[in-house]
């Protein structure tokens, strides 16, 4: 009697397990046509020579497999946009924590009211970003601009930002950044709303100010959420392209030329499809990398919560 109920409840542990795989047995095919598959092209894309101009070039031609990543180290241009990338990357992401952070301390009460302003400030993010682009072409164009005239009528004029070159990479950054701060004020906001109760009445009976339980009670609690967060963003930022290829053009010169804008470039102006790829892959290979480092950085945190 007990190996037959053993029996059944094996049976029932494989029908279960049988039913979970078929269940996500569409998901895994839709995944692989529309990721795996091509990812796995754009690989072997980045091992080829692949030039439209040429038609005696073609993508079997792999004679020379790793030659475009051999140029990619030696490109100037290339490491240009890294670097870009990388002060772009590193200015949205701090801005948005910060400006997340706040808004989320100004919103953590229970009111009507701020519920209502908690929805307005979601705007930025449900937006498309091409329309978000347009936004602030017209705030940077100085002849249509409402914020150009208002500060020549305060006596401040201004020249477009889009177009100093000391300023073009920053006015990229304000727009990103007002796109995306509302993305870590909801994630900041939850986590500050699952604050335990108990070592903030403990440290107000204490005598802590604010600014002290801020600093020693708040900002501890919140420092796991706010690193992943911040590499959440930092992996979302890669993808500022359409910002700067609506406000910018990659200008003024190389100033707000980023990696993906370049590759952009090389795929779609020069028809260097297998240079492009070649970018297109370090910069898969980067993202996995963040990726890599989120999980480690979720997993340590729930160990530590445990």
């Given at each position: 009697m007990i190996l037959f109920n053993r029996s059944l409840s094996l049976s029932a542990e494989a029908q279960r397990k049988r039913?979970?795989?078929?269940g996500l047995l569409p998901a895994l095919v839709v995944l692989a046509v529309i990721t795996i598959a091509p990812a796995i092209y754009l690989f072997v894309t980045s091992l080829t020579p692949l030039d439209l101009t040429r038609p005696e070039v073609t993508a079997n031609d792999f004679s020379r497999p790793w030659t475009n990543y051999a140029e990619l180290y030696t490109d100037k241009r290339f490491h240009n946009s890294v670097w870009v990338q990388v002060k772009l990357s590193v200015v949205t992401v701090s801005l948005q924590l910060l400006m997340g952070l706040a808004?989320?301390?100004?919103l953590n009460a229970p009111s009507r009211f701020l519920e209502a302003v908690r929805t307005a400030f979601l705007i930025p993010m449900v937006l498309p970003p091409i329309v978000v682009s347009i936004i602030w072409k017209?705030?940077?164009i100085p002849d249509v601009s409402p914020m150009h005239r208002l500060l020549e009528l305060i006596g401040f004029p201004i020249e477009s930002?889009?177009?100093n070159p000391k300023w073009a990479l920053w006015a990229i950054a304000i727009a990103d950044t007002w796109e995306w701060f509302p993305f870590t004020m909801l994630i900041?906001?939850?986590a500050l709303q699952m604050i335990p109760d108990e070592p903030l009445e403990a440290a107000r009976i204490d005598g802590a100010g604010a600014w002290q339980m801020f600093r020693y009670i708040i900002l501890p609690l919140l420092r796991p959420v706010i690193v992943v967060a911040a590499l959440f963003r930092l992996i979302d930022s890669i993808k500022a392209f359409p910002l700067i290829y609506v406000l910018t053009d990659g200008g003024p010169g190389l100033v707000t030329e980023v990696t993906n804008y370049y590759a952009f470039i090389e795929a779609f102006n020069f028809s260097y499809w297998g240079y492009a790829g070649a970018i297109a892959v370090l910069m898969v290979a980067g993202v996995?990398?963040?990726?890599?480092?989120i999980n480690r950085m979720a997993t340590r945190s729930?160990?530590?919560e445990t």
């Open positions: 039913a979970f795989l078929l808004v989320a301390l100004l017209v705030l940077y930002l889009i177009t900041l906001l939850a996995f990398f963040l990726s890599w480092i729930a160990l530590q």
